[in-house]
C-alpha cells in the first residue's frame, strides 16, 4: 500500500502539541462515526503521529475495519486549530511499539500500552472559524 504523506506545517504541530487530550475521530465500515479523546498521542516527525492504545474498545475495532483516522488541535489564545486526517497502522511488537509502551510506562505502569498507533499524515485543514475554515493547508 502506498501512503501519499503530506508534512504538516510547524504552527499546526505546536497547537497539537499544546493540547491534552487530542479528540481521535474513527468510523466503522458503515460510517458510523466514533470521537474519543487520548492522552497520548505525539508528534514523532511532519509526517507521522503516534497514539497509544491503552483502553480503546469501538476506536480499535474501528482502526482495524477502516483505518482511516482524523484529529483536531484547537488553540484558543493564538485562535488557531487545524484538522489532520490519515491513514493508521496497529503495531504490537518490534521496536515502534517497545518505544510507545515504554513512554506510556513512563507516566504510569498501571496502563496496559495494548498497541502503539501510527497515524500518516495525508491531509492538514484549517478548522478555525472565519473565511478559511475547512481550507485544506496540505
Given at each position: 500500500?502506498?501512503?501519499?504523506?503530506?508534512?504538516?506545517?510547524?504552527?499546526?504541530?505546536?497547537?497539537?502539541?499544546?493540547q491534552?487530550?487530542v479528540?481521535?475521530?474513527?468510523?466503522?465500515?458503515?460510517?458510523?462515526?466514533?470521537v474519543i479523546?487520548?492522552?497520548?498521542l505525539?508528534?514523532?516527525?511532519?509526517?507521522?503521529?503516534?497514539?497509544?492504545d491503552?483502553?480503546?474498545?469501538?476506536?480499535a475495532?474501528?482502526m482495524?475495519?477502516?483505518?482511516?483516522?482524523?484529529?483536531?488541535?484547537?488553540?484558543?489564545?493564538?485562535?488557531?486549530?487545524?484538522?489532520?486526517?490519515?491513514?493508521?497502522e496497529?503495531?504490537t511488537?518490534?521496536?515502534?511499539y517497545?518505544?510507545?509502551?515504554?513512554w506510556?510506562y513512563a507516566?504510569?505502569?498501571?496502563l496496559p500500552a495494548k498497541?502503539?498507533v501510527?497515524m500518516?499524515?495525508?491531509?492538514?485543514?484549517?478548522?478555525?472559524?472565519?473565511?478559511?475554515?475547512?481550507k485544506?493547508?496540505?
Amino acid at each position: 500500500m502506498v501512503i501519499d504523506m503530506v508534512k504538516m506545517p510547524p504552527e499546526v504541530q505546536e497547537v497539537i502539541n499544546k493540547q491534552s487530550p487530542v479528540p481521535v475521530a474513527t468510523a466503522d465500515p458503515d460510517g458510523k462515526p466514533n470521537v474519543i479523546f487520548v492522552g497520548f498521542l505525539r508528534i514523532v516527525d511532519d509526517e507521522t503521529i503516534q497514539i497509544a492504545d491503552n483502553f480503546f474498545d469501538k476506536t480499535a475495532a474501528n482502526m482495524e475495519a477502516n483505518p482511516q483516522v482524523s484529529i483536531v488541535g484547537y488553540d484558543g489564545e493564538a485562535k488557531k486549530s487545524f484538522q489532520v486526517k490519515g491513514r493508521v497502522e496497529i503495531v504490537t511488537k518490534g521496536p515502534v511499539y517497545e518505544d510507545v509502551k515504554a513512554w506510556v510506562y513512563a507516566k504510569s505502569k498501571a496502563l496496559p500500552a495494548k498497541a502503539a498507533v501510527v497515524m500518516h499524515v495525508e491531509e492538514v485543514y484549517d478548522a478555525m472559524y472565519g473565511p478559511d475554515a475547512g481550507k485544506r493547508i496540505t
